[in-house]
T-cell receptor, first 116, second 111 residues
Framework: NAGVMQNPRHLVRRRGQEARLRCSPM?????VYWYRQLPEEGLKFMVY????????ESGMPKERFSAEFPKEGPSILRIQQVVRGDSAAYFC??????????????FGPGTRLTVT | GESVGLHLPTLSVQEGDNSIINCAYS??????FIWYKQESGKGPQFIID?????DKRQGQRVTVLLNKTVKHLSLQIAATQPGDSAVYFC??????????FGQGTELSVKP
């Protein structure tokens, strides 16, 4: 059973370009979470999605950032007009369901975005 | 606001010794906590979790202790090995499902 897949693993963009980060959850998982990690810091929640729905986007910057999780295909985190401050590692996690009795988020290897 | 933090940013131990990594949380309503291990260049890896109705949970070589009175969480690693060298994060699950992570403690194991 393949784990959470993210691609690309490394992405270099010039200021003003667009970055598209992809996440394929574990098989059978319908919940996806995106987190951002700055150097020497912990992970910060960005957005929580289910298929075709954004459940919680309280951690997403108001501008330039968007996320989707279509019925078919991977979840996409899109950053428009990137700036140097967007340079970070972006991690995707997936879970099977949200329940009181059992809960675990499995993380992908991350995409390291560098803005030059 | 909600926050999860760690007392020490770095911890150095001798191979074979036990390691204790601490974490403080601020939201007394939190009911689920997780410890993750992150090696360089990789994503966080689940180690062990604990629900708020428990005080202690044991895994293979790891034990998590929860003290709700002082809102403190700890991870104990028995017989620490070089492969345990990594950054360890505690995380707190909110009712909405998202995780709130602490800053992390870097564990270094000396041979």
């Amino acid at each position: 059973n393949a784990g959470v897949m993210q691609n690309p693993r490394h992405l270099v963009r010039r200021r003003g370009q667009e970055a598209r980060l992809r996440c394929s959850p574990m098989k059978g998982h319908s919940h996806v979470y995106w987190y951002r990690q700055l150097p020497e810091e912990g992970l910060k929640f960005m957005v929580y999605l289910q298929k075709e729905n954004i459940i919680d986007e309280s951690g997403m910057p108001k501008e330039r950032f968007s996320a989707e999780f279509p019925k078919e295909g991977p979840s996409i985190l899109r950053i428009q007009q990137v700036v140097r401050g967007d340079s970070a590692a972006y991690f995707c996690a997936s879970s099977q369901y949200l329940a009181e009795s059992s809960y675990e988020q499995y993380f992908g290897p991350g995409t390291r975005l560098t803005v030059t | 606001g909600e926050s999860v933090g760690l007392h020490l940013p770095t911890l150095s131990v001798q191979e074979g010794d036990n390691s204790i990594i601490n974490c403080a949380y601020s939201n007394s309503a939190s009911d689920y906590f997780i410890w993750y291990k992150q090696e360089s260049g990789k994503g966080p890896q689940f180690i062990i979790d604990i629900r708020s109705n428990m005080d202690k949970r044991q895994g293979q070589r790891v034990t998590v202790l929860l003290n709700k009175t002082v809102k403190h969480l700890s991870l104990q690693i028995a017989a620490t090995q070089p492969g345990d060298s990594a950054v360890y994060f505690c995380a707190e699950k909110t009712q909405g499902g998202k995780l709130i992570f602490g800053q992390g403690t870097e564990l270094s194991v000396k041979p």
